[in-house]
């Protein structure tokens, strides 16, 4: 039974709704991704080191030969902290320089040896250094961690951003429906003042208005939400080819049970504080009115 | 029921409307109300469902006075009431069969009883056809008895109707005086308001009348 008349404002509410809803699904799918992603990359990266030897085939012993590249791997084997290391083949150097310097120039630097190291704890990493140093003063160790700190912050402040974005519909979902509740009290002033001269409490007048903002945004939540993963499916076919290669990465393979009821919980969440700010508004206007 | 006692009724910041009015309408009875256009029948109807409150004297309502009674408390006072408006007051979005459910859908009547009830008060109404008509649709006469048949519904102790047969011819006029009496016959205490000397002529009830902002009774 359609007690008021409120398809203005129903229409100017199921849009914004689903504007909003769609925003911070995006929003929060964003930074699920965004944190899974980062939190994966720093995991590969967080015990791993790259140890630069310059002039590797330098003799330092004359008597047995030995090479300064021999007598850094002699150190790693002794290393107790080293779960693996790999010494990088000349052509996968060539290939990592290769964007950056000109093929020409490539054939006439002479080139450090990289041994990429595992660690088995992080903080292991000063006495290695120390006991590098000691053979050369030129070997020095890249952290790749430390080498992705900026990236870090970037990642945390993005997901800063994406939480803001996510408040930011809340608020703005939360005005509209106040706005609109006030609208349809306005509109149907007259209605109201005869359902209380029949005995209506303002209770059952809240109820009808959530009723009516429950259906408007049960609706605004379904389309924002078939939206949303219609967004996600294309970028994820985009962001696969965009940046990490056919077959590298899978959004929704990353995401899990935990994540995906975060996610769910927007377009639950939104209709149900709405059904509450609506009831509020509703009892607060007719208070004053009374 | 109803009892006024030295009651005086003013609009803010204007002369009192009635003055001095005290009356005591008790259990099974059946009142015209009348006066000229003007003269405060609305007024008094609208004192007695708290649609406005006296400036003076007291006014007791199924055994409470109305100053004690709390803004929560009108509702309920409310829903013994049944009011058939001037106006009518149907909500125009909403179907005749709806306009009639509404106080029971107010008052967390059993939809099945609804769906029972509704037809069957229409029906007796003569609006049986009408079920899902919209007000707009409807002639005069057929609203005003839409909105007696709202005012009825959840069988009121006290109906308080205001110049029910005011826009409606006589012949229509009468089978709404004929419905009232009915409802009296049914134990519904009937106020009604009414400028039409006819009906009081033709209705031998007791008749309640303003003249110069006092009331005055007589059999």
Known sequence: MRIFKLAGSNFFLGWIMSSMIYLALLAVLFSTVSTLSFDKWRSATRDLVTIHVPKPAEIIDSDDGVTRLDETLKILRAFPDIESFTVLEKNDIERLINPLVDKDILKNILLPALIEIRLKRNNSLPDLNNALKNLSTDIFIESHAELFLPDAKAFSGAKKLFSVIVGLTLFVAMISIIFAVHAGLAINRETIQVMHLIGAKNGFIARTFQKHVLKVLGFSSACGTALAMGTFFILDRLLRVAFFGDGEIDIFKQINLWDWTIFMLVPVSYPLLGIIVAGVSVLTFLRKQN | ?219
């Open chain 2, 1 to 219: 029921m109803v009892r006024f006692e030295n009651v005086e009724i003013r609009y803010r910041g204007k002369e009192a409307i009635l003055t001095d009015v005290s009356f005591d309408l008790g259990e099974g009875n059946f009142h015209f109300l009348t006066g000229k256009s003007g003269a405060g029948k609305s007024s008094l109807l609208k004192a007695i469902y708290m649609g406005i409150f006296p400036s003076k004297g007291k006014i007791n309502l199924f055994g409470r006075d109305i100053s004690s009674i709390t803004k929560k408390e009108i509702p309920e006072i409310r829903r013994r009431m049944g009011i058939v408006f001037q106006d009518f007051r149907l909500i125009n979005n909403l179907t005749v069969r709806e306009n009639v459910a509404l106080p029971l859908r107010i008052f967390g009547t059993k939809s099945s009883i609804i769906r029972r009830h509704v037809p069957e008060l229409l029906e007796w109404v003569g609006l049986g056809d009408h079920l899902d008509d919209l007000p707009t649709s409807l002639s005069g006469g057929q609203q005003q008895r839409v909105a007696i048949a709202r005012a009825v519904i959840a069988r009121p102790v006290l109906l308080l109707a205001d110049e029910p047969t005011g826009n409606v011819d006589d012949t229509i006029a009468d089978r709404l005086l004929y419905l009232f009496k009915e409802l009296h016959r049914t134990g519904t205490n009937i106020l009604i308001a009414t400028h039409n000397e006819n009906l009081l002529q033709k209705f031998d009830y007791p008749v309640l009348r303003i003249e110069d902002r006092k009331l005055s009774f007589s059999d």
